[in-house]
């Protein structure tokens, strides 16, 4: 069945970028997605992209899509420690109904 | 404000209870699920419903039912059926490609 990869944790300094790589498996997914998730909380969606684009910018986030290799990566400018939080990848071909969610990787900022 | 609000924010149920998480949008979208999510895992689907009076099984159902008898109300039922209920539900609702979250449950057995 498809499937979304991400490695578990990610730790960088304060100013730094951050890179969060994602995986998947399902070759005619029209959507993916990055969520932000905060202690306790429910999730925020951050950005998507649709499969025929290459690459979205939204102020401190970039996001690439390698849609020959199934690879999606979320790149978060300056971090901050506001943005320590776990960063879900997802992928869904249907525009919301079974999206396939990644298990999370959690992001530690360093002061 | 628009959005979508999880009911109550912590639940502790007897082995053997049911017990029903509420969720509640006015985003107008005809579209709502319910997830659960464990630790280190991503969210699985256990319920969807694209329209009232629709719902449709994800792929953990066994264990919970829900109900839509409203647009705006999407509640799930952890039965005694469910072994191992323990987890953090969410509810999400979604226009288009665009989900939007609630801030979810934790559901604890005790």
């Known amino acids: 069945g498809e499937d979304v990869e991400q490695s578990l944790f990610l730790s960088v300094r304060e100013g730094d970028s951050s890179v969060i790589n994602c995986t998947y498996t399902?070759?005619?997914?029209?959507?993916l997605y990055w969520y932000k998730q905060e202690p306790g909380a429910g999730l925020q969606l951050l950005t998507y992209i649709f499969s025929n684009m290459d690459m979205k910018q939204d102020q401190r986030l970039t996001v690439l899509l390698n849609k020959k290799d199934k690879h999606l990566s979320l790149r978060i400018a300056d971090t901050q420690t506001g943005d320590s939080a776990i960063y879900f990848c997802a992928e869904s071909n249907t525009g919301g109904f079974k999206t396939i969610f990644g298990a999370g990787t959690r992001l530690f900022v360093k002061a | 404000d628009g959005g979508i609000t999880q009911s109550p924010k912590y639940l502790f149920r007897k082995e053997g209870q049911n017990v029903t998480l509420s969720c509640e949008q006015n985003l107008n979208h005809d579209a709502m699920y319910w997830y659960r999510q464990d630790p280190g895992q991503g969210l699985r689907l256990i319920y969807y419903?694209?329209?009232?009076?629709?719902?449709q099984k994800g792929d953990i159902a066994e264990g919970y039912s829900v109900s839509r008898e409203k647009k705006e109300s999407f509640p799930l039922t952890v039965t005694s059926a469910q072994k191992n209920p323990t987890a953090f539900y969410l509810c999400?609702?979604?226009?288009?490609?665009?989900?939007?979250f609630g801030q979810g449950t934790r559901l604890t057995v005790v």
């Open positions: 399902d070759s005619s997914s029209t959507y």
């Open positions: 999400a609702s979604s226009s288009g490609a665009k989900a939007f």
């Open positions: 419903s694209q329209i009232v009076n629709d719902f």
